[in-house]
């Protein structure tokens, strides 16, 4: 009888001890710090709107399963470019999620960017302090250093730019925007459909000057 | 059949075990993770069901000659493979895997006619396996090595793989060549056919030595051929190897001392991916090896034959149903100037594997295997039946801690001298992937 009671004190203690261990791998995942996959940016899905919780539980349950949601809440992207991208990872391999979930991803992507992005975007130089060419403007208009760092500054979600004009003559350049701009580029959200000649010639200008490492 | 009473205590023992450990093991700044995750900034979960259990990408990574499938929108061009971004830059830590452990508690009782019961048990490191594997800078070689430092508990360094390999083509149309020493059956085909399962043991076809000593558990020496179609969007892949080796002995043990004859290997397999998960894989297996008569003496030289058929359907993501078929059919000898007749097997596995959520999965596997030595020197059709059932944890959101805790009970006779035997297996292990 009394090894009966001490085998269920036992049981007891053994099923606390591995239901703590599953409950402490839970706690412990809020603070988590990956290594490589960094998840610094911190969501409080209560002070979204209704409306935009559930796609963002939808977005934190798909996207989170391959890379951290620093990819993701990094990038500041258009709404255009963000779609692009999300058809992009619902054509990955192991991405199964469907035509309702990735709009719901799509839907929180756009909410972040007109909320949370807006606000930490930092200003915009004054002209007088800061003199920049019309195809650095437009690069920056574009976010493409929410991927792409030039000198430092920037993403690290696409390769650096820092020197690519001394990597890549003008015609690999301009061949390489081209293929952005029509959408060809499996690996790059195209360009909006609004953007001129003029500007993509400035673009090719501005990387093109990109020649110190 | 009078199933016995197992003590409760060591399952007490293993579950305070495994919940100490997770504690103590829990990383709260920093996490390591395995090559190729490093390298790419990505999650284990990213090519892994629960590790290392491969999920699509994984497998596609893997027959892509280490290139992670890129996105193929509906009518884009496919590239080629040496054209796809290689990620991070070449680095030993991006490219060696130095502990890839797993360790718990085991017990095991088992009983067997006209022997007295035994029953073992041990904290111990079940494996230590460590990888580099990766391709070589602005090329399209890739190379993969596995040193086993532990296996099975057992301390024996062994290089289970090491080879190197050429990938080509486009990401829809590629090919492989590798040469070198390879595991026989680690990750060719479907989940279903492969030796990797959620639950410590392979399913029997796989584990079991058959009276001919032979086991698919081995690593020959050979050449590896394969090709691999997918479709856009990756929701159908084709994908065929054949394999041809300069074999081992027929237990997977390195032919060491002179033999008169050669023992060679020929494995092709074909296999069919439908759908997100889903696949079919057939296997066809031969091969030739010095081996041991019935007497213990005797060498004889037969043939080894495996015809099998596998096969699981992911139900929403969320359910796995796996099976597998395999028939056995090997040239037997019982000893000298005995007449030469055959070892027939036809074995069956039904597996189970529900992934409540991400990173938690319950497994439940029957199997059950037939025997038969044809002839006069045979004893009749005799059958071994297995149950498997397990839990896996993930204990980090990368997926590189796992808990497990499975157990299994196995029963039947033997088909040589026909002797009935139990097994019964309780592990609860951690398993790290640094």
Same mark, same amino acid.
């Given at each position: 009888?009394?090894?009966?009671?001490?085998?269920?004190?036992?049981?007891?203690?053994?099923?606390?001890?591995?239901?703590?261990?599953?409950?402490?791998?839970?706690?412990?995942?809020?603070?988590?710090?990956?290594?490589?996959?960094?998840?610094?940016?911190?969501?409080?899905?209560?002070?979204?709107?209704?409306?935009?919780?559930?796609?963002?539980?939808?977005?934190?349950?798909?996207?989170?399963?391959?890379?951290?949601?620093?990819?993701?809440?990094?990038?500041?992207?258009?709404?255009?470019?963000?779609?692009?991208?999300?058809?992009?990872?619902?054509?990955?391999?192991?991405?199964?999620?469907?035509?309702?979930?990735?709009?719901?991803?799509?839907?929180?992507?756009?909410?972040?960017?007109?909320?949370?992005?807006?606000?930490?975007?930092?200003?915009?130089?004054?002209?007088?302090?800061?003199?920049?060419?019309?195809?650095?403007?437009?690069?920056?208009?574009?976010?493409?250093?929410?991927?792409?760092?030039?000198?430092?500054?920037?993403?690290?979600?696409?390769?650096?730019?820092?020197?690519?004009?001394?990597?890549?003559?003008?015609?690999?350049?301009?061949?390489?925007?081209?293929?952005?701009?029509?959408?060809?580029?499996?690996?790059?959200?195209?360009?909006?459909?609004?953007?001129?000649?003029?500007?993509?010639?400035?673009?090719?200008?501005?990387?093109?000057?990109?020649?110190?490492? | 059949?009078?199933?016995?009473?197992?003590?409760?205590?060591?399952?007490?023992?293993?579950?305070?075990?495994?919940?100490?450990?997770?504690?103590?093991?829990?990383?709260?700044?920093?996490?390591?993770?395995?090559?190729?995750?490093?390298?790419?900034?990505?999650?284990?979960?990213?090519?892994?069901?629960?590790?290392?259990?491969?999920?699509?990408?994984?497998?596609?990574?893997?027959?892509?000659?280490?290139?992670?499938?890129?996105?193929?929108?509906?009518?884009?061009?496919?590239?080629?493979?040496?054209?796809?971004?290689?990620?991070?830059?070449?680095?030993?830590?991006?490219?060696?895997?130095?502990?890839?452990?797993?360790?718990?508690?085991?017990?095991?009782?088992?009983?067997?006619?006209?022997?007295?019961?035994?029953?073992?048990?041990?904290?111990?490191?079940?494996?230590?396996?460590?990888?580099?594997?990766?391709?070589?800078?602005?090329?399209?070689?890739?190379?993969?090595?596995?040193?086993?430092?532990?296996?099975?508990?057992?301390?024996?360094?062994?290089?289970?793989?090491?080879?190197?390999?050429?990938?080509?083509?486009?990401?829809?149309?590629?090919?492989?060549?590798?040469?070198?020493?390879?595991?026989?059956?680690?990750?060719?085909?479907?989940?279903?056919?492969?030796?990797?399962?959620?639950?410590?043991?392979?399913?029997?076809?796989?584990?079991?030595?058959?009276?001919?000593?032979?086991?698919?558990?081995?690593?020959?020496?050979?050449?590896?051929?394969?090709?691999?179609?997918?479709?856009?969007?990756?929701?159908?892949?084709?994908?065929?190897?054949?394999?041809?080796?300069?074999?081992?002995?027929?237990?997977?043990?390195?032919?060491?001392?002179?033999?008169?004859?050669?023992?060679?290997?020929?494995?092709?397999?074909?296999?069919?991916?439908? =759908? @997100?998960? !889903?696949?079919?894989?057939?296997? *066809? &297996? %031969?091969?030739?090896? /010095?081996?041991?008569?019935?007497? +213990?003496?005797?060498?004889?030289?037969?043939?080894?034959?495996?015809?099998?058929?596998?096969?699981?359907?992911?139900?929403?993501?969320?359910?796995?149903?796996?099976?597998?078929?395999?028939?056995?059919?090997?040239?037997?000898?019982?000893?000298?100037? =005995? @007449?030469? !007749?055959?070892?027939?097997?036809? *074995? &069956? %596995?039904?597996?189970? /594997?529900?992934?409540?959520?991400? +990173?938690?999965?319950?497994?439940?596997?029957?199997?059950?295997?037939?025997?038969?030595?044809?002839?006069?020197?045979?004893?009749?059709?005799?059958?071994?039946?297995?149950?498997?059932?397990?839990?896996?944890?993930?204990?980090?959101?990368?997926?590189?801690?796992?808990?497990?805790?499975?157990?299994?009970?196995?029963?039947?006779?033997?088909?040589?001298?026909?002797?009935?035997?139990?097994?019964?297996?309780?592990?609860?292990?951690?398993?790290?992937?640094?």
């Amino acid at each position: 009888m009394q090894t009966s009671k001490l085998l269920r004190l036992l049981n007891s203690f053994a099923l606390a001890s591995f239901l703590s261990a599953f409950g402490a791998a839970s706690a412990h995942s809020q603070y988590r710090v990956f290594t490589q996959n960094r998840d610094n940016i911190k969501i409080d899905a209560s002070a979204l709107p209704a409306n935009v919780q559930s796609d963002y539980q939808v977005f934190r349950d798909k996207c989170n399963q391959c890379h951290g949601l620093d990819t993701s809440l990094k990038p500041s992207m258009s709404s255009a470019q963000w779609t692009f991208e999300v058809k992009r990872m619902q054509n990955m391999a192991s991405s199964h999620f469907n035509d309702a979930e990735a709009k719901a991803i799509l839907n929180f992507l756009n909410y972040d960017e007109a909320h949370r992005k807006s606000i930490n975007k930092p200003t915009a130089p004054s002209p007088l302090s800061r003199v920049t060419s019309p195809g650095q403007q437009f690069y920056e208009a574009q976010g493409c250093d929410s991927c792409h760092a030039i000198g430092g500054n920037g993403g690290s979600a696409g390769p650096s730019l820092s020197g690519v004009g001394k990597r890549l003559s003008r015609e690999q350049i301009a061949q390489t925007v081209q293929s952005i701009r029509a959408g060809k580029s499996s690996s790059m959200p195209p360009l909006p459909a609004a953007t001129t000649d003029q500007q993509v010639k400035d673009l090719i200008d501005y990387l093109v000057t990109l020649s110190v490492d | 059949m009078q199933r016995e009473r197992i003590s409760w205590i060591p399952l007490v023992v293993c579950f305070v075990f495994v919940g100490i450990c997770s504690v103590l093991v829990l990383p709260r700044k920093s996490e390591a993770l395995p090559q190729f995750a490093r390298r790419y900034n990505l999650k284990c979960t990213a090519c892994h069901t629960i590790v290392p259990v491969l999920n699509e990408q994984g497998e596609l990574f893997q027959r892509l000659g280490y290139h992670l499938p890129p996105a193929l929108l509906p009518g884009e061009v496919p590239k080629k493979l040496s054209a796809l971004p290689e990620g991070a830059d070449w680095s030993l830590t991006n490219n060696v895997a130095v502990a890839v452990a797993d360790f718990g508690y085991s017990a095991e009782r088992t009983t067997q006619e006209g022997a007295a019961p035994s029953s073992t048990s041990a904290f111990q490191v079940n494996s230590w396996n460590n990888y580099f594997a990766g391709w070589l800078p602005d090329t399209s070689f890739f190379y993969h090595a596995e040193l086993d430092i532990v296996t099975g508990g057992t301390t024996n360094p062994d290089l289970s793989n090491a080879c190197i390999g050429y990938a080509g083509g486009t990401v829809r149309n590629s090919w492989y060549i590798v040469g070198g020493r390879e595991h026989l059956q680690v990750a060719q085909g479907t989940r279903a056919s492969q030796i990797y399962s959620l639950l410590p043991n392979s399913p029997l076809l796989f584990e079991n030595s058959s009276p001919t000593n032979f086991v698919f558990d081995q690593s020959p020496v050979g050449l590896n051929v394969g090709y691999t179609w997918i479709s856009s969007s990756y929701k159908r892949v084709f994908a065929a190897s054949a394999k041809v080796t300069n074999g081992d002995n027929a237990d997977g043990s390195e032919i060491l001392g002179p033999s008169a004859r050669n023992s060679k290997d020929f494995w092709a397999d074909i296999d069919f991916w439908y =759908a @997100p998960e !889903s696949g079919i894989t057939f296997v *066809d &297996y %031969y091969g030739k090896k /010095d081996n041991l008569a019935g007497d +213990g003496i005797t060498t004889f030289h037969p043939a080894i034959r495996r015809q099998g058929i596998f096969g699981n359907y992911m139900l929403k993501n969320k359910v796995d149903f796996l099976g597998g078929y395999m028939h056995s059919n090997d040239d037997w000898l019982a000893a000298a100037g =005995a @007449p030469p !007749s055959k070892f027939v097997a036809n *074995d &069956y %596995y039904v597996a189970v /594997d529900y992934y409540i959520k991400q +990173g938690l999965a319950v497994s439940g596997r029957y199997d059950e295997l037939r025997q038969e030595i044809t002839g006069a020197s045979g004893v009749g059709l005799h059958s071994t039946h297995d149950w498997t059932v397990g839990v896996n944890r993930a204990l980090t959101p990368s997926g590189n801690v796992i808990a497990r805790v499975a157990y299994s009970y196995l029963s039947g006779r033997e088909p040589v001298g026909a002797v009935k035997s139990t097994d019964k297996f309780v592990q609860a292990d951690l398993s790290f992937n640094f």
